[in-house]
């Protein structure tokens, strides 16, 4: 992908999570069934990398499981870890902490404190970075911040099993891009909440994509099904452990 198209497509989703932070985080306050699915498998004294933890969700899940390990939660958006650190008001143990990281900046994960991690976690972020070359590095960055035995849990949007979301699809003469500059399955998206519409780009996985991205980072593929939605298929979440 084309440097300068990655850059316009990171400054949309930057922009997007910035200037709607707020009304965003009203959206998002309760945790998805998939997610649940897959902290069920979590050890109460577990160390947990939470990247792409918007305002906080699954941080006060844990908290109201008691959960007494150690939880950090990193996010590229200042408005969205704000809301993370007011909600989080009182866990009753372990520790919580929050801090700002882009995965977008080469590097990003070697000021990730405290690694290894037992458990990293991402959920519905790897489809916002742009560029094959992009997500195989984050991959790559995952395996480096977990322990040998320890998991990484994903979820990709399948915004294309939304009817509602379908209709939603810009062109990107929206945004003054051309379509040929784009990779395969990437779409522009527009999301209403009250306020003017805001964009966000989205990459479409399929769930062989998302295994092979998974396999060239040196992991194996030990869990993968779709859930969330009416649905129950907007979601395609897959648990990977080292190869």
């Known amino acids: 992908m084309d440097p300068q198209v990655k850059a316009k497509l990171t400054e949309i989703n930057q922009d997007f999570y910035e200037r709607f932070a707020h ?4 959206t998002r306050h309760q945790v998805q069934p998939g997610v649940r699915q897959v902290i069920q498998n979590m050890k109460p004294g577990a160390a947990i990398l939470d990247i792409g933890c918007g305002n906080g969700t ?8 008691r959960f007494a390990g150690r939880y950090l939660g990193v ?7 704000e809301k993370a650190r007011q909600l989080l008001t009182e866990p009753p143990s372990g520790v919580y902490e929050f801090e700002l990281a882009d995965l977008s900046s080469p590097g990003w994960q070697n000021d990730i404190p405290q ?19 992009l997500r195989q590095d984050t991959a790559n960055a995952f395996r480096q911040l977990i322990a040998p035995d320890g998991y990484v849990a994903v979820s990709v949007w399948q915004w294309q099993n939304s009817p509602r979301l379908v ?5 990107w003469s929206t945004v003054g891009l051309n379509p040929e500059d784009l990779d395969q ?6 999301w209403r909440a009250g306020e003017s519409p805001g964009l966000r780009y989205v990459h479409t996985f399929r769930k062989d994509s998302l295994t092979a991205l998974a396999t060239q980072a040196g992991f194996t593929v030990i869990h993968s099904f779709l859930a969330d ?4 298929d907007l979601a395609l979440y897959q648990v990977w452990q080292a190869a």
């Open 23 to 26: 009304s965003f985080s009203a």
């Open 58 to 65: 699954l941080a006060r899940e844990l908290a109201g499981r």
């Open 75 to 81: 996010d590229m958006s200042a408005g969205l870890l």
């Open 115 to 133: 690694a290894p991690y037992d458990w990293l976690v991402s959920f519905a972020v790897l489809h916002h970075l742009p560029g094959e070359v």
């Open 167 to 171: 209709k939603r699809v810009l062109p």
């Open 185 to 190: 399955g990437d779409v522009l998206l527009d």
């Open 229 to 232: 939605g009416k649905s129950r």
